[in-house]
């Protein structure tokens, strides 16, 4: 997810109380729901893949701001890993401009709901392959962008992503060589994602995304999209430094892999949560 074109203004939203008994499963249906607020900007995200490896919980929370609680399926967490290319990048006000509308992004992710609401997206780092949304991003957003090489090349159903991070301020190497080939659809009816209770909607459905601000203030931001078009993907090769460069120690082949030909994307303001 990449959210450069929308307004970070300090219009508040309160984290609401959560009508969930201790136990009880997190709503997963109304975040999908389209936000009743303005658009801020719109993207196209395309030849999406879902690399995903389990991880111990105990390793993500010191990374996750406290007033999160890490989401995890049948007691395990996740933590991703997204390449994919991005297009149509634009405020809702401005058309598209050339070099900084279209590029490749991966982000890593973990999984967060706030007092039991809006399960969503904690992103540990993102890559892109433009300079000017990296700086951008890390200004109106309050995210940890970095400016990398990156190539996608896609031949029928074989995809292969590629990134090395050239960007001064990471504290480490990081590089991603992935190989993947796509297979069946999970479901071939136009505009049925996931089933919802399963795995890959965990994982992969998933329209708010949390960040702290530069004076540690929780911000809560949506997307909206018709469901992800999901297939199977079979890891051909997986060679990648940005889990550890985050001191995310996870490597070799991902537990889980989905991959999904892309949506169009309503992006709408980031607000600050009112805790």
Known sequence: MSCPTADSGDDIVSAGV?????????????????????????????????AHWRVPVDLLRPLIPRELEIDTFDGEAWIGLVPFHMSGVRPAWFPAMPFVSEFHE????????????????????????????VEVARWKWHLIYYHARMELLREGNAVRYSSQRIDGRSPRQAEVDISVRIGEALNPEPGVSAEPGTLEHFLAERYVLYASDHWGRLRRGRVHHSPYPLRSAEIVSCRQTLASAAEVPVSGQPDHALFSEGVTVDIFPLRRVSL
């Open 106 to 133: 991966t982000n890593l992710r973990t999984y967060v709901h706030l007092n039991g609401r809006d399960p969503g997206v904690w992103f540990i780092s993102l890559d892109a392959a433009c300079r000017p949304v």
């Open 18 to 50: 959560s009508p969930l008994s201790a136990g009880a499963s997190v709503d997963r249906l109304s975040p999908c729901l389209r936000p009743n607020e303005r658009v801020a900007g719109y993207q196209i995200w395309s030849d999406l893949l879902f």
